[in-house]
Every structure is written in C-alpha cells, then in structure tokens.
C-alpha cells in the first residue's frame, strides 16, 4: 500500500534560541546534527516538522490568519500526516529523516497567539521532531514521502 507523498511548503532557519526564523529557499542537512546554521541542532530533534493542513485547521479553529512562522518549526510540509508515525522515515529531496516523536506544543504559542497552544495539541497538530540521516540540500518544491517501514 502506498501512502501519499507531500512538498516542502516552507522552510526557516533559527539564528539563535528563542531568535527569530528567518525564511530560506533551501537549507543543508546535515547527518546526525540537523539544518545548517540553524540554532537547535544535535540530539534526538534535529529537525522539527509541521503540516499545512493541520495549520490550516488550526488558523479556521481560531478564526484568525495566523503565520506559520511562529509555530518556530523548521519545515512546513503539505500531504503528509505526521499523526502517530514516530519511528517511521521521510525522504525530503535527497534526505531521509527519522521521526522521532511529536513536538509537543509549549506555552511560548499562546504569548504569540492566544489559544495557540491548546489548538496545536489535538492529532500531532503541533508537528513532529526527527534526526537528520543523509547529507544534501532541502529546498522549497521538494517532494516529501514515507519510506516503507
């Protein structure tokens, strides 16, 4: 059975924590350290992942046009549900990715947007976290699937 297969919508940078996300064409991934240049790298959350679906959800639950900048996230990806699927593989462009758990929302969403935080919380709305396997290049466009287990 073949599951459906998504694009890379967004991509940002963190320069520092709690600094701002900086918009990118395209970041290097680096095995077992994460996004090039970007704040967080290193240990189990690497990367961190988010759906436009769910984010669409999330804005029409709130009633307001929310950016998905603050989710703080480093890639927002469409056609791919993240619901339940720790310890599974993504392919993004020409890197693979090790799902390894949900980002659970923390209350940094509500000083951005009120009700942020509890919307995020429902169906892994809040992303996922993972390690990075392959070296190369994610850039907006790419094609994003499951691997087979």
């Known amino acids: 059975m073949s599951e459906a297969s998504g694009r890379v919508e967004r991509i940002w940078i963190k320069r520092a924590r709690g600094g701002p996300m900086d918009a990118v064409p395209s970041a290097r991934a680096v095995a077992g350290s994460g996004l090039e240049g970007n704040a967080d790298r290193g240990g189990k959350r690497q990367v961190t992942l988010f759906s436009a679906e769910c984010w669409a959800d999330v804005r029409a639950e709130l009633g307001v046009d929310v950016d998905p900048r603050l989710r703080r996230a480093n890639l927002l990806v469409s056609g791919i549900d993240f619901s339940g699927r720790r310890g599974r593989t993504l392919r993004i462009g020409d890197c693979r990715i090790l799902v390894r758990g949900e980002t659970v929302p923390c209350r940094s969403m509500d000083e951005t947007q009120p009700g942020l935080q509890e919307a995020l919380r429902p169906d892994w709305?809040?992303?996922?976290?993972?390690?990075?396997?392959?070296?190369?290049v994610i850039s907006l466009g790419d094609a994003v699937a499951w691997l087979p287990d």
């Open 125 to 136: 709305r809040g992303g996922v976290y993972g390690e990075v396997l392959d070296d190369g």
